[in-house]
């Protein structure tokens, strides 16, 4: 009889559980920690990672506890916690001492426990050390340093993941798509550094709740802003300058930031004495803007936005402008300590007008990308073991395929195209036990046409043969594809483990693009009756050790990735003019195999990591090269990154940067002909050549200047390609102007020696 | 290098940093010779001229071997006349007695070392190139400007032969009515992706030729196929069948000159 009161008392004492849940934040700023970890100190296998608002919540049997709170950059601390009843607890980090951080660029969260792989977390206010082009820090191109990623070009702020297209990139800035992430023809990206918060880099094995693109989500997030005191931060720099405002709304309650930068090379410009320069207009600028504020415990609003526009023009002649905008409004409510809800809507715009005004004759010629979505998140912490996401997405996606409008001329243009794109996900993140972490879901995406633009039925040659009418409410064609997604690791011991991914990923908005640099005039395209939704699946392996305390971070990662309904151009064809691009295009399939190393050093004066992925990237479409695979134009076999950061002394940070990769496959002529007078080059075969290899070298020196009450302040040295290797940009064939008899290769390198210096300060 | 935002790239780089072009050796694989085709048939007084060539290994000098002893006709194919084509010099086909008839159909048939290519194209109605002249653009060059009436009908198509003291330059200048459409057009010849360029004492003749849809396809791959800043050059599209190089282009001309001054 005792015994069994005694196992009944066991049980309803285990049954007594109680929910431990709250915010983390920064002690100075108020901005909640994303990603940061809490584990019971007894027992540190049972632990819960904040969310992207910074909350937790740890379901617990009643007791006495000690949580230990872990996050790069911040100092670790003990938390006593007495569960006798449900508790709110708020956590307040403290960062480390500036002059004692040494960590450059590292993944907050411990690589080995994570179930994710193909992940990499940045830390942006950590990145500031490194050297860059014309002085612009810029997240893009930090990324393009990580195993896996590919620069899409000498300066250019694209990039490749594990052989995916630029457009494969889904580029997410407070959930809002950005369509074109770059400025001034790619050598900028559209992300002020000093406003972000947070850069996860998901190399195609994003959770469910990410959905859209086939190769990779980059989800940046703006900061919050500070809930404490008043802030102005800034910088002066050889291209443009910049300047953030912060502050509260309402002490800890709410607050803003706004951001902005511009450009200046243009007052450059009309200095020139070249009138083709002098005429010039050229310039860009950003603004972003934030405000969040805590209606009761449970409710939070935040409401972010991005304007960004470039401009290029000449005279009055000719000028073309374009620029996304989005603006995202949310909405956190805790439905319970163990339930949080995030509902957004979004909005998202790319547009660009080109304006031609050239004897008598002037037009005006618009294309825009506009999206509307709907997104509820609810993230269930069921228990230590399990944490539960499901949620829906719905996006309205109106194009305007470009209209051409004027005087005296006939207007061109198609109607605008109507889709609609539905994603509903459920994922859970299970702990089974200390070795096994497991992130499983999936996502079930719907991708809608609707009728009111043209749509096409072609012969077995691709040509037109019909034009279809559907009314503008008719559905054209519904396209449903599961989408699977799993990662795990398994912990071999401390300081290694083995981790497996499977996704498969789908994509309904196509970028059509014939050119070798980012252009503002790129189309998106949606799915139509014609073209399909692409879809890729992503298997890989990887395995991660740490050693010396994790002091050295070490992995290695393979991966293999088959793509199907991948698009390409029919030889010759003419994607900018407005005629139905259907049967301009071809459809085959990709595949992508690759290893990836990395080797980190994230403590101690000198910090740093190497990289070194070697590859194979290709495509075989019915139509091109003889129906055989032919080399990508982003297949690069090797590919090292070197980084090294060296802190002198408490003024003097030390940096640099060596990239090497194997040239771009290219198109080059395999013979030369005559024809109405003038020479032409012959070409046989796709993707046939290989550019010349990329090397390069870039060198940087921080000093931090006089550390007054609350004003500090740094200045900035960089040489960007600082021996001088003439990369090719691009190589054209042409007659010797000189012995007008022969040919010749010529090659246009752009960027040497770039010197660089900027002033930033924040008070 | 030839449009507009390559342009301005090395507008930017040139003034923040000297961009640097350097001629370098790339070895470009040799692919078999392939036939070459510059037919035309115009409205004017004949001879008409048909030029077989071959292509050459990048590596060669620029001399294109002529094919003779070719076996060339052309058809009119409303009229029902075929003319052999006589060879001259070696390499260039000429019409005994053919001229150009607008509206009329023609058939090339052409067989050279056993292979045979065949192409069809129809001259359109002519259109009178009323007056030609001299602008300088505000790009700062010297341009020729054109003035011609488009036709009510839909459908038309420019090709702008420019000839600089007598010799074919390699701008191509090619207009469609898609957008301006039975308007009197008055317009500098611009965006011909040519190095060649304008100078006072020039004599600027403008040979303007109204050609076909296939043919002005032709011209606007051709202009890709020379700018190379495609990410997927290819060859332009020609409407000759068979798998040679070129063009078989049947239309009017109607020319001006004027002295550059």
Not at chain 1, 616 to 624: D, F, M, S
Request: some cysteine; aromatic content about 12%.
């Amino acid at each position: 009889m005792f015994t069994l009161v005694f196992i009944f008392s066991s049980i309803i004492a285990s049954a007594q559980k109680f929910t431990v849940s709250g915010t983390i934040k920064d002690k100075k700023s108020g901005e909640a920690l994303i990603g940061a970890t809490l584990v019971v100190v007894n027992d540190p296998t049972i632990g819960v990672v904040t969310n992207e608002y910074g909350y937790y919540s740890l379901t617990l049997p009643k007791g006495d506890y000690k949580l230990l709170f872990r996050y790069v950059s911040y100092n670790t601390q003990e938390i006593p916690v007495t569960l006798d009843k449900n508790t709110k607890l708020d956590i307040i980090a403290e960062p480390e001492d500036r002059q004692l951080k040494e960590v450059v660029v590292s993944s907050k969260v411990s690589n080995v426990r994570n179930a994710q792989m193909g992940m990499t977390k940045l830390n942006v206010q950590e990145m500031k050390a490194l050297p860059v082009l014309f002085g612009e820090r810029d997240v893009m191109k930090i990324v393009q340093l990580l195993p896996g990623v590919e620069s899409a070009g000498d300066g250019n702020s694209g990039f490749y993941v594990r052989g995916g297209a630029i457009d494969q990139n889904l580029i997410l800035l407070d959930e809002a798509i950005v369509y074109n992430p770059s400025h001034l023809l790619g050598f900028f990206s559209t992300f002020n550094s000093d406003a972000l918060k947070d850069v996860t880099l998901y190399k195609g094995t994003a959770p469910a709740q990410f959905g859209g693109r086939l190769s990779s989500v980059m989800d940046v997030k703006m900061n919050d802003g500070n809930d404490k005191e008043y802030h102005v931060s800034g910088g002066i720099g050889l291209i443009s300058s910049k300047l953030a405002v912060e502050g509260p709304i309402v002490k800890d309650k709410g607050s803003f930031l706004i951001s902005g930068r511009r450009t200046y090379a243009d007052i450059f410009l009309g200095l020139s004495p070249d009138t083709n320069i002098n005429r010039s207009r050229l310039y860009f600028y950003d603004l972003n803007t934030k405000f969040n504020y805590k209606l009761t415990d449970k409710d939070r609003l935040f409401l972010s936005g991005y304007f960004g526009k470039d401009q290029l023009g000449l005279g009055s002649v000719f000028g073309i402008n374009w620029g996304n905008a989005t603006g995202t409004l949310r909405w956190n409510h805790l439905i319970s300590p163990k339930l949080f809800s995030n509902t957004s809507l979004i909005f998202s715009d790319y547009n660009y007008n080109i304006n031609v005004n050239n004897s008598g004759f002037s037009a005006k010629i618009h294309s825009e990308i506009r999206d509307w979505n709907l997104k509820e998140e609810l993230d269930y912490f069921s228990n230590p073991k399990n944490t539960i996401r499901v949620g829906f997405s719905s996006i309205y996606h109106t194009i305007t395929p470009g209209t051409i409008t004027g005087a005296n001329i006939t207007t061109v243009g198609k109607p605008d195209n109507h889709t609609w794109e539905n994603g509903i996900y459920i994922s859970n993140a299970w702990k089974p036990n200390s070795r096994w972490n497991i992130d499983y879901g999936i996502r079930l995406s719907i991708f809608t046409v609707f009728g009111g633009s043209e749509m096409y039925e072609l012969d077995a040659k691709g040509a037109i043969k019909d034009t279809l009418k559907y009314g503008k409410s008719d559905v054209v064609k519904n396209y449903i594809n599961p989408e699977p997604r799993f990662s795990a690791s398994y912990t071999l011991n401390e300081n290694s483990s083995l981790k497996a991914a499977y996704t498969r990923n789908t994509q309904s908005l196509h970028l059509i693009s014939n050119s070798t640099s980012s252009n503002p005039t790129d189309k998106w395209v949606a799915t139509n009756n014609i073209i399909k939704p692409e879809i890729a699946d992503l298997g890989s392996l990887g395995y991660f050790r740490n050693f010396k305390n994790n002091m050295y971070e070490l992995s290695v990662e393979g991966y293999y990735k088959y793509s199907q309904n991948q698009i390409d151009y029919k030889d010759g064809a003419n994607v900018l003019n407005n005629d139905a691009i259907e049967p301009k295009l071809l459809f085959g399939q990709g595949r992508a195999y690759g290893l990836e190393f990395s080797a980190h050093k994230t403590q101690g004066k000198f910090t740093g990591w190497i990289s070194y992925t070697l590859s194979k990237t290709e495509t075989q479409i019915n139509g091109i090269n003889n129906n055989q695979w032919y080399n990508a134009r982003q297949d690069r076999t090797h590919n090292l990154s070197v980084v090294a950061v060296y802190e002198v002394n408490k003024k003097w940070t030390l940096s640099s940067s060596f990239v090497y990769y194997t040239g771009d496959a290219v198109s080059f002529p395999s013979g030369k002909y005559n024809i109405n007078n003038q020479t032409v080059f012959y070409y046989t075969e796709r993707n046939g050549y290989r550019m010349p290899s990329y090397n390069r070298l870039d060198i940087g020196a921080t000093r931090q200047l006089a550390h007054r009450k609350h004003f500090t302040s740094e200045i900035s040295f960089s040489v960007y390609n600082a021996y001088g290797q003439q990369n090719p940009y691009i190589i054209t064939f042409q007659d010797d102007p000189n012995d007008a008899s022969k040919t010749q290769a010529l090659q246009t390198a752009l960027f040497r020696f770039v010197p660089s210096v900027s002033y930033n300060f924040k008070f | 290098m030839k449009r507009s935002h390559i342009i301005y790239i090395i507008a930017i780089a040139s003034f923040i940093l000297p961009s640097c072009q350097k001629v370098i050796h790339i070895d470009l694989n040799s692919a078999d010779p392939k036939y070459v085709i510059e037919g035309n048939i115009s409205n004017q007084a004949g001879p008409q001229t048909i030029k077989l060539s071959k292509t050459v290994s990048f590596e060669s000098s620029n001399v294109f071997p002529a094919v003779s002893s070719a076996l060339v006709t052309v058809t009119d194919a409303t009229a029902g006349i075929t003319d052999t084509l006589q060879e001259g010099a070696a390499g260039y086909y000429s019409t005994v007695s053919m001229t150009g008839v607008p509206g009329h159909m023609y058939q090339l048939y052409v067989k050279a070392e056993g292979k045979v290519f065949t192409s069809t194209c129809t001259m359109p109605m002519p259109v009178t190139l009323d007056s030609l002249y001299i602008s300088k653009s505000v790009f700062g060059n010297t341009r020729g400007a054109i003035v011609y009436t488009d036709p009510a009908a839909t459908g038309n198509y420019y090709y702008f032969a420019e000839y600089k003291n007598s010799v074919l330059t390699d701008n191509i200048y090619i207009r469609s009515d898609e957008l301006r459409n039975g308007q009197v057009i008055d317009q500098v010849l611009s965006r011909g992706g040519g190095e060649s360029e304008l100078n006072t004492g020039d004599y600027l003749t403008i040979a303007m030729e109204c050609i076909d849809s296939a043919m002005y396809q032709y011209y606007f791959t051709l202009q890709q196929t020379k700018n190379q800043n495609a990410a997927t050059p290819a060859n332009p599209q020609s409407n000759i069948v068979g798998g040679a190089l070129g063009y078989f282009s049947a239309h009017t001309v109607s020319s001006k000159s004027v002295l550059v001054n």
